[in-house]
């Protein structure tokens, strides 16, 4: 058809063909660019239409509809308008109520009305007017207009935009309008109350820790009491490791994440790594049950993270996880490059990475009586500090453990190092065959990494022995995690 009578509009569409490098038209009937290709032009009144939009055209009157209870009719026409579903400018094609001076985007009047997301642990409904009062979106955490459209939660004063709400890392695309609200976070107690990670019976024990006790859960010494002794084998946990539910809602995914445990992982001495702070751990972790694309899976400590995150370090200004997620930051804490899941301040330029946000306060130094506090380093070039373990100069501004009654100062990396998601002990297998055993590092004896080839003074260590031709077992020491991730894809 070379020219139709559209009902929508008083003069013929003429068809053409829109070639590359013309300037670019929007759709007067979606809004949305037409691009080359076949199209239908008014050239009286400068309308354009797609092909599929004249051949299918909207509906010009909707008699019921999701987000409002008259009759709305399509405008298609250049219009400036604010949606009043989603409070977005628009200027293309709106359905108007003429009853009521309702005017909302096409691809807004069947949006869901009842949704579940990620960040927050009950239902939120839309509403097409907030009322008067200071709102703001709890996921982009700018300013929401009262008058118009949202998102909140029947419970509690949580809003968000539509805009934010409806996007892929945020909602699962699941409209539960009429749905019964079967999900619902375990808060009993996963160890202690089920015992379905760990068998045995546990008590909750005040005593003196003198030796270097690993919690079974997340892989990190007990420095402080109370904590869980297990009465029938050697575990030890963290009184908040012994009482993750089994199920948890988490802003870092989409779906609700699922508690495991060491035997319970993707195969037999498999190695896990967490996608929130990008290091390699044993113990407990949550992974995703849903994602059928991805291993989706994060460590005990990073799945336990919530917004806003009150940082010991920068007092006064919560931190939050600005979407998108994936975008590349520096951490003001350790300096390193992070590619996604970044905690930020909105009020200053601070950043912090999920492996800085779940260091532990305290921590145990054998050479000091004293739990060992995390600071981060001040730019004072007359006194700097050295590592009591390495020796070495610590970077200016950068975190580190000291005591502030003794003064022993320790690098992180040599306090605590980055295998400290795992437990002494633990084995796995590469996917090259060759198996590793997590040991820890005594200082008493001189070992060299085989990939960077210098001292190892991190605490924990990977070790892999292998058999020769002539009976003899050569060892490989790795002394980090970039080292180990080197030395494997080597």
Request: aromatic fraction near 8%; hydrophobic fraction near 30%; proline fraction near 5%.
């Amino acid at each position: 058809m070379d020219a139709v009578e559209f009902p929508s509009h008083r003069h013929p569409l003429n068809r053409k063909e829109l070639l590359s490098g013309e300037e670019t038209q929007l759709c007067g009937l979606c809004g949305k660019e037409v691009i080359n290709g076949p199209a239908y032009e008014c050239s009286k009144c400068n309308f354009t239409a797609h092909l599929d939009c004249v051949k299918n055209p909207p509906s010009l009157v909707i008699e019921k509809s999701k987000i409002h209870e008259h009759t709305l009719t399509l405008l298609p026409r250049h219009v400036s308008f604010t949606c009043n579903a989603c409070g977005r400018s628009g200027n293309k094609s709106p359905y108007v109520c003429l009853k009521c001076s309702f005017m909302a985007h096409g691809d807004c009047i069947n949006i869901p009305l009842v949704i579940k997301i990620s960040r927050h642990l009950h239902r939120l409904s839309h509403t097409c007017f907030l009322g008067p009062g200071e709102w703001s979106c709890e996921v982009c955490h700018l300013r929401i207009d009262g008058k118009y459209g949202a998102y909140n939660c029947q419970r509690c004063l949580y809003t968000v935009h539509l805009r934010c709400v409806l996007r892929a890392d945020v909602w699962d695309g699941k409209e539960l309008e009429g749905e019964p609200e079967e999900y619902k976070e375990i808060e009993s107690s996963k160890l202690v109350g089920e015992k379905l990670v760990h068998q045995h019976d546990l008590r909750l024990v005040n005593e003196d820790i003198r030796d270097h006790i690993v919690c079974s859960g997340c892989s990190l010494p007990v420095a402080s009491n109370p904590f869980y002794r297990c009465l029938q084998c050697h575990s030890f946990f963290h009184e908040r490791c012994a009482n993750h539910p089994q199920n948890k809602i988490t802003f870092l995914h989409v779906h609700p994440l699922t508690l495991y445990a060491d035997d319970e992982r993707s195969g037999p001495n498999t190695l896990s790594r967490c996608d929130a702070c990008d290091l390699h751990f044993s113990g407990f972790g949550y992974r995703c049950l849903e994602c059928k694309d991805g291993h989706i899976e994060f460590d005990v400590r990073c799945s336990s993270v919530a917004e806003p995150f009150d940082y010991r370090l920068h007092p006064g200004h919560p931190l939050f996880l600005i979407l998108p997620a994936n975008e590349a930051k520096i951490c003001n804490v350790c300096n390193h490059l992070r590619p996604k899941y970044v905690l930020s301040c909105l009020k200053c330029d601070f950043n912090l990475c999920f492996a800085c946000a779940t260091l532990p306060d305290k921590v145990i130094y054998k050479y000091d009586e004293h739990l060992l506090s995390d600071t981060i380093g001040e730019d004072d070039a007359t006194n700097p500090y050295w590592c009591d373990i390495c020796e070495n100069k610590i970077e200016v501004m950068r975190n580190h453990y000291t005591c502030t009654e003794c003064g022993p100062v320790l690098h992180t990396e040599c306090v605590l190092g980055s295998f400290r998601n795992m437990s002494p002990g633990f084995t796995f297998i590469t996917q090259h065959g060759h198996k590793y055993e997590v040991i820890l590092n005594d200082r008493t004896s001189l070992l060299r990494c085989n990939q960077c080839h210098k001292d190892c003074h991190e605490p924990l260590l990977l070790m892999s022995t292998t058999t020769n031709t002539d009976v003899t077992s050569t060892r490989i020491y790795l002394c980090s995690s970039p080292c180990f991730r080197a030395y494997v894809s080597v």
